[in-house]
């Protein structure tokens, strides 16, 4: 009977103690559950990856290309790759022809839209002029210019896309001039005549 007693009271402690522990200890399927919350909120936060030169190599410069390619080639006349899905002709590949130039006016559009982003440096290392009241200017003619495209490639008319090309030249040289026309590369995003 004593070994009873002494066997039930330490099942009751252990019990009374395992729980405060327990209780104690957050919820395993919490923590997880926590991290990727956090992990989605970081994540869904613009990142800066590329510095001006990259974002203008790598998206401006091409869809500008194809909205330029359109003046002179009528898109509708350009015939699909062999493998449309790799093709490195904008024009030839799956979403070619005019869907093409359409497509590059909106990255064109969307890209401007990367130019504002804070934090985002010249390949300088100087900071993009964000504050410089003209930079707004220019990206808000380049988002102008883009729509001005995307509308005359809906349209499917060559006259039309040759205007739009040349509203769209006339905004990239409007920010070159000033901004990347230089004849030292450490200068480019400083304004003509202004002092880092």
């Given at each position: 009977m004593r070994v009873s007693k002494v066997l039930f009271t330490w099942f009751v402690w252990t019990g009374i103690c395992g729980s405060a522990v327990f209780s104690q200890a957050p919820a395993p399927a919490k923590a997880p559950a926590r991290?990727?919350?956090?992990?989605?909120?970081?994540?869904?936060?613009?990142?800066?990856?590329?510095?001006?030169?990259?974002?203008?190599?790598?998206?401006?410069f091409p869809a500008s290309n194809v909205v330029f390619a359109a003046q002179g080639t009528d898109p509708a006349k350009v015939p699909a790759a062999k493998d449309p899905s790799v093709a490195t002709?904008?024009?030839?590949?799956?979403?070619?022809?005019?869907?093409?130039?359409?497509?590059?006016?909106?990255?064109?559009?969307?890209?401007?839209n990367l130019l504002i982003l804070p934090g985002r440096k010249c390949?300088?290392?100087?900071?993009?002029?964000?504050?410089?009241?003209?930079?707004?200017?220019?990206?808000?003619?380049?988002?102008?210019?883009?729509?001005?495209?995307?509308?005359?490639?809906?349209?499917?008319?060559?006259?039309?896309?040759?205007?739009?090309?040349?509203?769209?030249s006339e905004?990239?040289?409007?920010?070159?001039?000033?901004?990347?026309?230089?004849?030292?590369?450490?200068d480019r995003c400083k304004a003509t005549g202004a002092k880092p």
């Open positions: 991290r990727a919350a956090n992990a989605s909120a970081q994540s869904s936060q613009p990142r800066i990856m590329a510095n001006l030169l990259q974002l203008m190599r790598g998206t401006l002709d904008p024009l030839a590949n799956t979403y070619g022809q005019w869907q093409a130039v359409e497509n590059a006016a909106l990255a064109i559009g969307e890209g401007a390949s300088s290392g100087i900071d993009v002029p964000l504050n410089n009241p003209d930079w707004t200017k220019y990206v808000q003619g380049l988002r102008d210019a883009a729509m001005t495209a995307y509308k005359a490639a809906q349209s499917k008319d060559m006259d039309k896309i040759t205007d739009a090309s040349g509203t769209l905004a990239c040289a409007n920010c070159h001039d000033k901004y990347r026309e230089k004849k030292d590369l450490a």
